[in-house]
């Protein structure tokens, strides 16, 4: 019998096996997008310009096993590196869980459906343009990948609270 609690409620990111860690990856994109650092402020600005290797429709990496032979500064992520880290998109799911949230209802482990990421309005889907058309990175600056989507927003209330409002309307 399989324990009917998701392993990302049960292990730590550091404890999860490669497959699981992998699987954490919703298919967003967002990460593989070129981000510029303010050398005075350090603060992390988005762009809309891909990395060359993101499939810009299916928002997954066109050669993820040897991508870095293809883009040497690519980020392996690992647990340990995650509190450092100041420039994942605020719906990553390491993210979320490595400051103790879960995973949102969009994500493909709790939906069950790996496009179900792309309809909440998550991915890069059809919204960048890949690093060789793109020119200088500094005209194409956006805000969306640094933002939760409104239309997707957990509203920050734990999914338990929701179904018990829910079951209490449907009993009061």
Not at 100 to 111: A, I, K, M, N, R
Not at 125 to 148: N, Q, S, Y
Request: hydrophobic letters at 35%; charged letters at 30%; glycine letters at 6%.
């Amino acid at each position: 019998m399989s324990d009917p609690i998701p392993f990302w409620k049960r292990k730590s990111l550091s404890a999860m096996t490669r497959a699981e860690w992998e699987s954490l990856c919703d298919g967003c994109g967002r990460c593989c997008l070129h981000k510029i650092r303010n050398d005075e402020t350090e603060e992390i600005h988005f762009t809309n310009v891909a990395c060359r290797m993101l499939d810009t429709q299916g928002c997954g990496c066109r050669d993820y096993v040897n991508r870095r032979d293809h883009v040497p500064d690519c980020v392996q992520l690992k647990a340990k590196m995650l509190p450092a880290l100041d420039w994942l998109p605020p719906t990553c799911a390491y993210h979320l869980l490595a400051r103790g949230e879960d995973l949102p209802e969009w994500h493909p482990l709790v939906s069950g459906d790996p496009d179900s990421v792309h309809r909440a309005g998550i991915s890069v889907r059809g919204r960048v343009i890949p690093e060789r058309e793109a020119g200088a990175l500094e005209d194409h600056v956006v805000e969306w990948p640094g933002r939760w989507p409104a239309a997707s927003r957990k509203g920050r209330v734990p999914r338990a609270a929701a179904a018990a409002r829910k079951r209490e309307r449907k009993t009061g």
